[in-house]
């Protein structure tokens, strides 16, 4: 769990056994498994300098020498015996504890000798036989094969010269069994654009310029900071008008997403995965390629500028993460060897029933450093600013969505997958310990117990959980019509009695807008006008429940359709006054959220809230109060379930003096009806819902009032000084 610090993030420690070279691309030319240099052709005449009597003539031998040197000719096999592994390298690796394999496997463009090329190494220990093939060899199995090490890793590599950046290439494997396999490169940085599947020899190298909002992360990422997140899926976020069926390019989106994001106030910005995926339908989350950015939108610098220039406008970045389960293509990861090396042997726990898809082997050593080595790529290369991990639950649970018979208990008889709560607990320790300014947020359904707790307290160590329960409480809720709203009074209120049990993320997600479960807007009850006010009053339920935000693309300015992955956002609705009251309303959210520390100083514990009237069921009005650390803070919140407005309604308040209406949903701006208290209320020293002060006002219908004391005028003598 992150703690509040102004120590800036500590690189992983960095190794330096060969230097890198940021090479271009080389001309594909052949080379010969040796370069034998016909040194009689190459002898060079030259006029012989007077020389003292007792120095010795020079011998054939040193002439020949120096005949090579002068014409630069270097003898290198097709792939040199070179290695980028040291000992410890192949101890950590082994025993699961290397989290920056990245630096090591994949391909490296390095000079070697004094020449220019590329290093390449895989692990496949059950191989009889790797080799790279690509187009600088014609695709041709068996000209380029790699070496196995001695020391029973399973790693294959070699220094092949003349590659550079941008060749496109695959591994050829040869199984135990005799299986050809044609595998991309599961470290490789880049990928061809899908359907094309071949990996292509890049570096990461950018010079960021993001060096203040590094430095002062932790004031942006802290659990008692405001944390609105506003989650994108990249390839429908937008299109061009004039393309509608073409991506938007990571630049691009960083000309149009950013100053959006900024404008509508989100602190943060979560990217549904951008890991490369062989099938887009899948929206990303069916993994091929875990350390390159998916090629249809740019290249992994244009993503670093995407990130820059969010880091600039002063927003953090998620990046949504899968360790949970990876597709079964067969150029990927499924059976990478010929055998089960990354996913589970035993189908009970390695395929997944839901996804049909294929879970890791979190019991492997490897395959832990693999994962982690992953998470940390992101958060080190690409200054993520946090973790979103996928399918949290799905890892948790070895019965999860499997029938009787289809599950074998742990050893102690438990349903719990014990490899993978180890393998949790071991990347958030990594996570926090390398980045300490950065966030994990797990996507978790269960009651399982310590989610967002720290690890040497008994959790599993993430920074926030999202509020699954909450979120279909919240929803099935809003969906009843308000009439009948007083008989599930209690699934409105029900979530502050586990509220504080977790560091909870209030999400609307993406999952709540398909598979026919339509748009946020059309969930709600009622006509055009109710359907409307319904969203706003739901959405400021939501910014001013205890908890950090997240908000779906879309949701913001009330699409009617629910999400297509495969077009743009609705964006033409936005000419009319109901949609741009709806974003108004959002906006509006964000910067009350911003603008009152009630709201996020205390998100996580139970100081921060109390009910002042959570029982009137008859007239569907709840009544709570927020506080932060300085009671001038202190915020009342009102909403009025109903579309019957409320006059002269008393309510308790923790303090006498003045209250300000300081939000209010059904502002006429926001398209409401502009029912709103104008003027400060000034509390009476009446006694109401257990209060010794109360104050009479007016609740708008299907609305919420938001309302915070005036500070006392100082007394005279303060005024005089």
């Known amino acids: 769990m992150a703690k509040k610090t102004k120590t800036t993030d500590t690189p992983l420690p960095e190794e330096k056994p060969v230097k ?4 271009t691309k080389a001309k594909a030319n052949k080379v010969e498994p040796e370069v034998v240099a016909d040194t009689a052709k190459k002898a060079v005449k030259a006029k012989a300098a007077p020389v003292a009597k007792t120095t010795k003539p020079k011998t054939a031998k040193v002439k020949v020498a120096e005949a090579v040197q002068a014409t630069n000719t270097v003898i290198l096999k097709a792939v040199e015996p070179y290695s980028r592994f040291t000992d410890f390298d192949i101890s950590l690796f082994k025993s699961g504890k290397h989290f920056k394999l990245y630096e090591k496997f994949g391909s490296h463009v390095v000079e070697y000798q004094g020449v220019v090329g590329t290093y390449f190494s895989v692990w496949a220990p059950n191989a009889q036989y790797v080799s790279v093939i690509a187009n600088f060899n014609g695709w041709n199995r068996g000209s380029h094969s790699l070496n196995a090490r001695w020391d029973s890793s399973g790693i294959w590599e070699g220094f092949i010269p003349n590659v550079g950046v941008g060749e496109t290439y695959k591994y050829y494997i040869k199984s135990s069994t005799g299986e050809d396999l044609e595998k991309a490169d599961p470290f490789a940085l880049r990928w061809e654009v899908p359907p094309s599947t071949a990996s292509i020899v890049v570096d990461t190298f950018y010079e960021w310029t993001d060096g203040d909002w590094m430095a002062n992360r932790h004031e942006h990422n802290a659990l008692d900071k405001p944390y609105s997140v506003y989650e994108v899926h990249l390839g429908s976020w937008a299109r061009s008008p004039e393309s509608p069926d073409q991506f938007l ?20 910005v979560e990217f549904m995965p951008i890991m490369e995926h062989p099938y887009y339908p899948s929206w990303g989350y069916q993994i091929s390629g875990y350390f390159a950015a998916a090629s249809r939108y740019g290249s992994p610098q244009e993503l670093m500028f995407l990130i820059e220039e969010f880091h600039k406008a002063g927003i953090g970045v998620i990046l949504d993460w899968v360790p949970s389960h990876f597709p079964g293509d067969i150029h990927a990861l ?9 996913e589970h042997a035993d189908a009970r726990k390695g395929f997944h029933p839901d996804w049909k898809s294929y879970i890791f082997n979190y019991g492997r050593n490897e395959v832990r450093s693999f994962l982690i ?6 958060l080190d290369r690409y200054h993520a ?36 709560i180890s393998f949790l607990k071991e990347f958030n320790e990594a996570v926090y310990s390398h980045f300490p300014s950065t966030q994990t947020i797990a996507e978790e359904s269960t009651s399982f117990t310590g989610v967002s707790r720290p690890v040497y307290l008994g959790g599993l160590g993430f920074g926030m959980k999202w509020m699954m329960g909450w979120m279909h409480d919240t929803i099935d809720y809003f969906k009843e019509d308000p009439i009948h709203r007083k008989y599930h009074h209690n699934e409105i209120t029900f979530s502050t009695i586990y509220a504080f049990t977790e560091n909870f993320m209030l999400p609307f997600s993406h999952d709540e807008v398909v598979y026919g479960k339509g748009s946020m807007l059309r969930k709600m009850p009622g006509d055009e006008w109710q359907q409307f006010a319904n969203l706003r009053l739901m959405y400021s339920y939501m910014f001013t429940h205890p908890g950090t935000k997240l908000l779906f693309m879309g949701a913001e300015f009330g699409q009617g359709d629910e999400w297509n992955y495969s077009q743009s956002l609705q964006w033409h609705v936005m000419q009319y006054p109901n949609h741009q009251g709806m974003a108004a309303t959002v906006k509006a959210l964000n910067q009350l959220y911003k603008d009152e520390p009630a709201l996020y100083e205390k998100a ?32 009342v919140i009102i909403l009025n379930m109903t579309p019957v407005p409320r006059y ?17 949903s059904d502002a006429q701006n926001l398209w409401g009806s502009g029912i709103i208290n104008y003027d400060a209320v000034t509390a009476d020293a009446e006694k109401w ?16 009032t938001v309302f915070k004391k005036i500070p006392d005028a100082p007394a005279k003598y303060e005024l005089k000084r």
């Open 689 to 704: 819902h257990g209060k010794d002060n109360s104050v009479n006002i007016t609740i708008p219908p299907l609305a919420a």
């Open 20 to 23: 890198e070279k940021k090479a």
């Open 604 to 635: 996580f514990d139970f100081t921060g809230f109390e009910w002042i009237d959570g029982g009137n069921a008859n007239d569907s009005i709840l009544v709570y109060g927020r506080m932060g650390h300085n009671r001038a803070d202190d915020l």
């Open 334 to 342: 499924y059976k990478f060897d010929g055998t089960h090396l990354y």
């Open 385 to 420: 600013d946090g973790l979103r991990v996928d399918a949290v639950a799905s890892m948790l649970y070895l019965d999860y969505s499997r029938k009787h018979g289809e599950w074998e208990a742990n050893i102690y008889g438990g349903n719990e997958n014990l490899e993978a």
């Open 648 to 664: 002269n309604y008393r309510i308790g308040v923790p303090a006498g003096g003045k209250w300000q209406e300081v939000f209010n």
């Open 373 to 378: 080595s992953n998470a940390l790529f992101w």
């Open 249 to 268: 390019t990571y630049t691009e989106l960083a000309h149009k997403l950013v100053p959006y994001v900024k404008e509508m106030g989100f602190t943060h």
